[in-house]
């Protein structure tokens, strides 16, 4: 029987330690987790792409994908490092099941705010030009259904951006922001976009999705 290897991928404006309380969790689970750590502050997207393309290159020559199921799991714009890796086909053969946990699947209206009323952001923090939603139709991001892809929102909007939101949202992140075709599994859950990836409940909920397919036990 495979063993399963979890990648975890941070968000904009964070590195590896922000997603070291959800490894901790899915580790007394009884996976074994890495970390990407990331340039989504100031470098663009593209660079994060090619760091986890060259961890998966990597993966596939050492034979630990032959021998291991390999899991993406990415908390907000890491999600969007693993769609759009994945839409090199040579990529898919490696990954086995992904998680998104509030990830801006469908482009993001606080990014689309900055990039009105604060556009100096976007030249320093590089990540916000690709959220946009008139840009994010240039991207590249997986969308099919040759590997299980499940989506985890959140729908607490109690921080002060989430005010600017008129739907259902995190407080970063609407949930239909979240949605997206072929999921496997799809789940919201009343937490808020920096507490969603770091819970017990979402760990359990994960867990199951990484075993069986769902994200319920049963």
Do not use: W
Request: glycine content about 8%.
């Amino acid at each position: 029987m495979s063993d399963y290897r979890v990648i975890l991928l941070h968000g904009y404006n964070k590195d590896e330690r922000d997603m070291y309380p959800l490894g901790e969790l899915l580790e007394e689970e009884g996976f074994v987790v890495d970390y990407l750590n990331m340039p989504l502050t100031f470098g663009n997207m593209e660079e994060s792409v090619y760091l986890l393309k060259e961890l998966l290159c990597d993966l596939k020559n050492s034979g630990i994908s032959q021998r291991d199921e390999i899991i993406l799991i990415g908390h907000s714009v890491g999600g969007l490092v693993i769609r759009a890796a994945l839409a090199d086909r040579r990529m898919r053969r490696v990954v086995d099941r992904v998680v998104l946990i509030s990830t801006p699947n469908n482009g993001c209206k606080l990014a689309d705010m900055a990039g009105k009323y604060l556009p100096f952001l976007k030249k320093i923090y590089k990540p916000l030009k690709s959220l946009e939603r008139k840009k994010f139709q240039e991207l590249r991001l997986y969308s099919g259904k040759d590997i299980e892809v499940a989506a985890i929102a959140g729908s607490e909007p109690e921080m002060f951006l989430g005010r600017f939101l008129a739907e259902k949202n995190d407080g970063r992140v609407e949930v239909e922001e979240v949605r997206v075709k072929n999921l496997k599994d799809f789940l919201v859950l009343p937490l808020n976009h920096k507490a969603i990836h770091k819970k017990l409940g979402t760990a359990k909920y994960i867990a199951n999705f990484i075993k069986r397919g769902s994200f319920r036990a049963d």
